[in-house]
């Protein structure tokens, strides 16, 4: 089943304990992508990976950090996180469109609600 | 700048009552258009989209949105709700390459 997965689903820290959200695709996608859900505020796109080794800041990088070693996995690192960072994130897979915009599905994961007190 | 207005932080039917979501974009060139439903606890999943070509779209679950440049709307529409289209609904464009830029959301409640 093609599909995105985040671990884990619901996280509460406190503040400055680095944390990782991990995010896995199956579908052999080049595109992967971090957004964070904020009430009034839709997704915004925190960091966003175009393929292997290559990663690129969003409307909302501050505070974070990602990698992508592997086609497969985007992870997301809070190094220092701060109650600012409390809300809803999702990681999203899709093809790579080749050129300007993009026709391609994106794909969600289920979403991480984090905490940070 | 590019952007997504959705009108309507939320918007309440009844069963079996029209319903009407609203999105109008800003680009400076011919967008992709895109539809995503949010259910409790869900990731979002895509209901339709436009690229090109017919301007009335159908998607999944009996939705439909229409493209209209001279008004710059993709609102979505659904002759007859159903209970279980309570979810929240984003639109999104696509202008530059891969990414989405998402309009803020539109909570849907359906009453019996």
């Known amino acids: 089943e093609a599909q995105v997965t985040q671990n884990p689903r619901y996280l509460i820290t406190v503040t400055g304990k680095k944390l990782t959200v991990t995010c896995s695709q199956n579908m052999n996608h080049e595109y992967m992508s971090w957004y964070r859900q904020d009430p009034g505020l839709g997704l915004r796109q925190i960091y966003y990976s175009m393929n292997v080794e290559v990663t690129d800041k969003g409307d909302v990088p501050e505070g974070y950090k990602v990698s992508r070693k592997e086609k497969r996995n985007f992870p997301l690192i809070l190094e220092s996180p701060s109650p600012n960072q409390t809300s809803l994130y999702f990681c999203?897979?899709?093809?790579?469109?080749?050129?300007?915009?993009?026709?391609?599905?994106?794909?969600f994961g289920a979403g991480t609600r984090l905490s940070v007190l | 700048a590019q952007s997504v207005t959705q009108l309507g932080s939320h918007v309440s039917v009844s069963e079996g009552a029209l319903v009407l979501l609203r999105c109008n974009y800003s680009?400076?060139?011919?967008?992709?258009l895109f539809w995503y439903v949010q259910y409790p606890n869900q990731g979002l999943q895509l209901l339709l989209k436009y690229t090109t070509g017919a301007t009335l779209v159908k998607g999944i679950n009996g939705f439909e949105a229409e493209f209209k440049k001279s008004e710059t709307s993709f609102h979505l529409t659904k002759p007859s709700a159903h209970m279980s289209d309570a979810a929240e609904y984003f639109c999104?464009?696509?202008?530059?390459?891969?990414?989405?830029?998402f309009g803020t959301g539109t909570r849907l409640q359906v009453f019996p």
């Open positions: 999203a897979s899709s093809l790579k469109s080749g050129g300007l915009r993009t026709k391609n599905i994106q794909y």
């Open positions: 999104a464009v696509s202008i530059d390459t891969d990414k989405l830029i």
């Open positions: 680009s400076s060139v011919p967008p992709y």
